[in-house]
């Protein structure tokens, strides 16, 4: 039985089917869909190599946007922006505003002009941090009040960092009842999620420390069980009415 395997039977991960009806209010949840995290060579944490589960996040998110859009239904998207002098420890300068690596991916430029989508750039990890203004106001759970979702739909990179941690801190909010008596579910669309690979290879290679290995399908599927193991509902097939 291999890693994968022994992992799955102790701290499995049952992607399912959900359907939307014609009465719910859906809103779509896209995490830093930008180049810096998804294009080979486009920065600090860009992919070190082509990167399938990265290429098949970028279209399964491009195709379940689409969707939303031609129903008119509202996309937040949070995107990696950070001002040089503002440090994010542990990890390098990455994602600096006005350079490519904060660029939207090339298949979802088109949301750009959309009067659907609503973009939020952000400087930490956790994008619901993020949403805080300093009246302490936070954009995100008016977003949500605003348009009385009642489904969360979670996309993005990476499954075990920024969408883990916001996923995470959602549900809490939600339990709560901070985003309004109208929401419901909290759900991570598994194909529409990915992280990043760093093999014993790639550190020997580009003398990275140990401690940086990251092996992508595991750390992937921990992040989408400790989402599940908190009260996310982890589907891997969206029908709408």
Not at 28 to 52: H, M, Q, R, Y
Not at 139 to 166: A, P, S
Request: aromatic share 8%.
């Amino acid at each position: 039985m291999t890693l994968e395997d022994q992992i799955q039977e102790q701290m499995p991960v049952h992607p399912q089917t959900i359907g939307l009806g014609s009465n719910d209010r859906p809103g779509l949840v896209i995490v830093d869909l930008i180049k810096g995290f998804t294009k080979v060579g486009a920065g600090s944490l860009a992919p070190l190599a082509p990167n399938a589960q990265i290429n098949s996040m970028i279209s399964e998110v491009s195709s379940l946007s689409a969707q939303f859009h031609e129903k008119k239904h509202p996309t937040y998207f949070f995107k990696d922006s950070h001002h040089p002098e503002k440090y994010e420890p542990p990890y390098p300068p990455h994602c600096l505003k006005g350079t490519e690596e904060a660029e939207i991916v090339d298949e979802l430029k088109w949301m750009e002009t959309s009067t659907h989508v609503t973009f939020l750039e952000k400087e930490c990890i956790n994008g619901f941090i993020g949403a805080m203004d300093e009246n302490g106001q936070n954009h995100f759970i008016k977003w949500v009040k605003d348009h009385k979702l009642t489904h969360l739909i979670f996309t993005g990179i990476c499954t075990d960092v920024c969408v883990m941690d916001l996923v995470l801190i959602s549900l809490s909010v939600r339990n709560r009842g901070f985003f309004g008596s109208t929401l419901k579910e909290i759900i991570v669309y598994e194909p529409g999620c990915a992280t990043f690979e760093i093999n014993h290879q790639m550190c020997e290679k580009y003398t990275l420390p140990d401690s940086a290995r990251h092996p992508q399908a595991l750390a992937h599927h921990l992040g989408l069980y400790f989402m599940a193991s908190r009260g996310a509902i982890i589907v891997d097939e969206l029908k709408f009415a």
